[in-house]
């Protein structure tokens, strides 16, 4: 059995448990394969004075084993708003030890990033020390912010020149890394996974009432119900689905997720007389998700950048078709009006492409066939490859 040592500062933990839910997902069917074992370095930043969540996170356990998979926490220095530039090199510095130690071990036959930065460039220092062949994976924010950023730019350049393999989770985000100057012939596309058992249309007609009482808040069985799923962070674009709302008559819109922009969000939908139409869920037991993905009519996601959104596939899966912004590799997955609209980033435009889905609505299994090809198993399969040809040179 070979053994994959993935590093990513994106994986869940008892303080933030859904936090890079997909890497550990991915990560765990691999794992369950039986052909690759796999451990996990996910590096933890504390900044000097540890207050709040950083107090929390400076509190968990440096190793255990989750999901089937041995998880490894080693601590470094954040410098909250200025590290940024100097992240790469601390958790480098901070997990070499830890990752010198499993290979001692147990020989480590491939280093993986998960996330290309700051996890690229760090995993690219402890290959070349170890002399280990490197993968890297681009999901998205990583190439579309920190690519735009002088100095990240410049180490993300550095470490796609050592690495043996890079993934990216769409085409689109493919040719924009090669635009950057990363290597063409070293990347292979890399779709996301979905769980299948958990994200697939379920008896629309049922949902509204079970929902309304778990979340609290009303789902009338006649009103059109939008759902926006996805951090509470400028670029997911929440206030433009919350200035849509007028324009669809009747509409309730259910906010999934949590972030800095919250308060922003409460106050926009108070101002325009919306509160009573905007229901804020948090974050929510992942079971609940697929209902209320198959609950809504539409799922609205005007995000400025994204490499392929799992909210994009999950709502597919359950039946519910999309309205999101021409960005990434949403015309990989909303390729045809069964699956929704592409339309500009303007309340305006949000909501004449939601008007459009609710006069004509596709069928929910036609939806769902769509990403028919998502899964884990396929995308532990597709990862086994990858690292397979990795190993062998």
């Not at 451990?39 to 190793?63: F, H, K, M, T, W």
Request: proline share 6%.
């Amino acid at each position: 059995m070979k053994h994959v040592l993935a590093l990513s500062t994106l994986y869940p933990n008892a303080v933030n448990p859904r936090f890079g839910t997909f890497v550990a997902r991915s990560l765990e069917a691999l794992a369950k394969r039986g052909d690759w074992r796999v451990s996990v370095v996910n590096p933890i930043g504390i900044p000097p004075l540890a207050l709040g969540r950083y107090r929390a996170l400076s509190q968990l356990d440096e190793i255990g084993e989750e999901g089937g998979i041995a998880v490894h926490r080693p601590r470094f220095t954040l410098i909250p708003a200025v590290g940024a530039r100097r992240n790469a090199s601390a958790i480098a510095k901070a997990a070499l030890p830890v990752i010198e130690r499993i290979h001692a071990q147990t020989p480590i036959d491939v280093i993986d990033a998960q996330f290309f930065f700051p996890d690229g460039p760090a995993a690219a220092w402890i290959a070349q020390r170890l002399g280990l062949p490197l993968s890297l994976k681009a999901r998205g924010s990583d190439i579309t912010y920190w690519g735009g950023l002088d100095f990240a730019r410049e180490q993300m350049l550095e470490a796609s020149r050592r690495a043996t393999g890079i993934l990216s989770v769409s085409q689109a985000l493919a040719e924009e890394m090669v635009g950057m100057g990363m290597p063409r012939e070293k990347i292979t596309l890399h779709y996301t996974g979905l769980d299948r058992d958990r994200f697939r249309p379920f008896d629309h007609t049922r949902l509204r009432a079970q929902i309304s009482g778990e979340i609290g808040f009303a789902l009338p069985d006649n009103a059109p119900l939008l759902v926006s799923v996805g951090a509470l962070i400028a670029r997911k674009g929440h206030d433009i689905a919350i200035g849509a709302l007028p324009m669809i008559e009747g509409a309730r819109l259910v906010i999934v997720g949590k972030g800095e922009h919250e308060p922003h969000l409460r106050d926009l939908a108070r101002d325009l007389g919306l509160a009573d139409r905007v229901h804020f869920a948090g974050s929510l037991d992942h079971d609940l998700l697929p209902l209320i993905l198959s609950a809504a009519d539409v799922m609205v996601l005007p995000t400025s950048n994204e490499g392929l959104a799992n909210a994009w596939v999950e709502a597919l899966a359950c039946g519910t078709p999309v309205v999101t912004c021409d960005v990434g590799g949403a015309r990989e997955l909303i390729a045809c009006d069964t699956a929704g609209r592409l339309v500009e980033r303007n309340p305006e435009a949000v909501a004449d492409g939601v008007n459009s889905i609710l006069n004509a609505p596709p069928a929910r299994q036609a939806v769902a066939a769509l990403v028919e090809r998502f899964s884990w198993d396929n995308n532990a399969a597709e990862l086994a490859a990858h690292y397979e040809r990795l190993a062998k040179g």
